[in-house]
């Protein structure tokens, strides 16, 4: 039997929770479903959510989520999950929790993987393009009628950081 891929998914008070909760559910359930339908399954993830301090906290939208651990106490993960941020600048990604971004790169350095979702992708680009400078192709692809980047685009301009923040409306 492997060890279930541990899964942090990071929480920030600008997170929107049918993210954070509809993803650490899709990933607690794989494997485990299975056991019930056929017996015999076991887990394939290990999601936990994390946050900068541990207790509870209000999320954006009023919802109030209380992650399972710190970042203090997360010494390794094999991914760290970004959820949406509903931010609506550039600027307003570096106001995000210092320390949770250090921790995200932290964890990066050891190895952990970097995927987001929605409004995340933005702080993960901006994680990889201004603060860390992250080695190799990052593969992002936004879409919908406002996006204003593509997956071909960003590896473009990964040597051109500033030009990958989106332009204020």
């Known amino acids: ?16 929770p049918s993210i954070v909760y509809g993803v650490f559910d899709t990933l607690w359930a794989a494997g485990r479903a299975w056991a019930h339908i056929k017996g015999g399954g076991q887990p394939l993830f290990e999601p936990r959510l994390v946050a900068a301090e541990a207790g509870p906290m209000a999320l954006v939208t009023g919802v109030s989520v209380i992650p399972q651990d710190a970042i203090a106490d997360v010494r390794r993960t094999d991914i760290v999950f970004v959820p949406n941020v509903m931010i609506d600048t550039a600027e307003n990604v570096r106001m995000l929790d210092r320390r949770t971004i250090g ?7 050891g190895g952990a993987q970097l995927c987001a979702a929605c409004g995340g992708v933005l702080t993960v680009m901006t994680l990889a393009f201004l603060l860390t400078r992250l080695s190799g192709d990052l593969a992002i692809s936004i879409a919908g009628p406002s996006a204003r980047f593509t997956s071909a685009q960003i590896r473009e301009q990964s040597h051109a950081p500033k030009e990958c923040l989106p332009e204020r409306p």
Do not use: G, L, N
């Not at 039997?1 to 929107?16: A, G, L, N, Q, Y």
């Not at 921790?103 to 350095?109: D, G």
């Open 103 to 109: 921790w995200i790169r932290e964890m990066h350095a």
């Open 1 to 16: 039997m492997s060890k279930p891929v541990h899964v942090s998914i990071v929480v920030f008070p600008e997170c929107d």
